[in-house]
């Protein structure tokens, strides 16, 4: 156990609909990261948060857009969802978020299912 | 920009044999390089990491890799294969520019390697 904590870990959903996927960080991590892990594009950052602000951004949809809450759990909102969204959502956190061999913990993953 | 490359989507290996997960990367900055292990229906779990202390890491479960810079790699070694190891290895690689007026800690991670064991 990982100390990072995703919900749901299972979400079945319709086109076009929008979802939330909730993380909370291990005690203690200021950084939070979101990677998406499809079976074409395999596993991609997709935003980085530390400390309630955006920290770095990857390969995320405009669609997309995420948040770190004051308790410093965060959010994945996935808008207008395509049959392409389906995949694995992972959330990671770290101490300092600054890289430099910094180990980042993941949580189990949410896996998003778009009929 | 900074890249990985794993060498093999599969492979496959008897009990007790040598475990042999190919990773290259390609950096402008010095890196650091990581590998981690999912196994089914779990996350990333980190086996070990290379952050310019050691050339040759040690990670957890029997698991070791060494960074060769002049060959660009960090293969991933275990002497003696066992069932409970089959699973994805995943190499990757630590953003290290500057953002946002700090460093990125981002991963960037290869394609994976799923891992078999014949008993």
């Known amino acids: 156990d990982s100390g990072v904590t995703q919900t749901p870990k299972h979400l079945i959903t319709a086109t076009g609909q929008r979802v939330t996927l909730r993380c909370s960080p291990r005690?203690?991590?200021?950084?939070v990261y979101w990677y998406q892990q499809s079976l074409d594009q395999g596993l991609q950052f997709l935003i980085q948060?530390?400390?309630?602000?955006?920290?770095a951004k990857g390969n995320i949809l405009e669609r997309f857009s995420a948040q770190q809450f004051p308790d410093l759990h965060s959010e994945l909102n996935l808008s207008s969802l395509e049959l392409g969204d389906s995949a694995l959502y992972f959330c990671a956190s770290s101490v300092h978020g600054q890289g430099l061999g910094e180990t980042q913990y993941f949580g189990p993953g949410t896996r998003l299912l778009v009929l | 920009a900074q890249s990985v490359t794993q060498l093999g989507s599969h492979v496959s290996v008897s009990e007790g044999a040598l475990v042999l997960l190919r990773c290259n990367y390609s950096s402008s900055v010095p890196p650091y390089l990581f590998w981690y292990v999912q196994y089914p229906n779990q996350g990333l779990q980190l086996l070990l990491k290379?952050?310019?202390?050691?050339?040759l890491v040690k990670g957890i479960n029997g698991f070791e890799a060494e960074f060769k810079k002049s060959e660009t790699s960090f293969h991933l070694t275990k002497p003696s294969a066992h069932m409970s190891d089959a699973a994805e290895y995943f190499c990757a690689v630590s953003g290290s520019h500057m953002n946002y007026g700090g460093s990125q800690g981002n991963l960037i991670f290869g394609k994976g390697t799923k891992l078999s064991v014949k008993p």
């Open positions: 005690s203690g991590d200021l950084s």
């Open positions: 948060y530390y400390n309630g602000e955006e920290r």
């Open positions: 290379y952050t310019s202390a050691a050339t």
